[in-house]
């Protein structure tokens, strides 16, 4: 299995923007799926974007269509999700996750590699 590391999380005020990165290692990086999960405390962990292994096909949940892209290089072994017009309600840890292509699942359980994690705090 890929190992995942999160970075990019921060504090920011309503309206602005964070990209957070997702760097695998130990394993081909384009032989797998990538999402991106969000868990704010006391709720169960949401789908927030999905990609392909190869990029063309993309999901997005309803609440960040249109503000949030996600994205990624093969290349760099790295994906990426970008957040616009980020509001409170995005507030959560956001988690990268890989699972095995060409499926593209948008449930935590298509998933089986995991990385630790990045708090985004966004303030009004």
């Known amino acids: 299995q890929v190992q995942l590391v999160e970075s990019g999380g921060g504090l920011v005020q309503a309206g602005g923007s964070l990209r957070l990165s997702c760097a695998a290692s130990?394993?081909?990086?384009?032989?797998?799926?990538m999402g991106w999960f969000r868990q704010a405390p006391g709720t169960e962990r949401e789908f927030v974007a999905a990609?392909?292994?190869?990029?063309?096909?993309?999901y997005y949940a309803d609440s960040v269509k249109g503000r949030f892209t996600i994205s990624r290089d093969n290349a760099k072994n790295t994906g990426y999700l970008q957040m616009n017009s980020l509001q409170r309600e995005d507030t959560a840890v956001y988690y990268c996750?890989?699972?095995?292509?060409?499926?593209?699942?948008?449930?935590?359980?298509?998933?089986?590699?995991w990385g630790q994690g990045t708090q985004v705090t966004v303030s009004s």
């Open positions: 996750a890989t699972g095995p292509r060409p499926r593209v699942p948008l449930a935590p359980l298509g998933y089986n590699s």
């Open positions: 130990g394993g081909t990086f384009s032989m797998y799926t």
């Open positions: 990609i392909s292994w190869s990029g063309g096909t993309t």
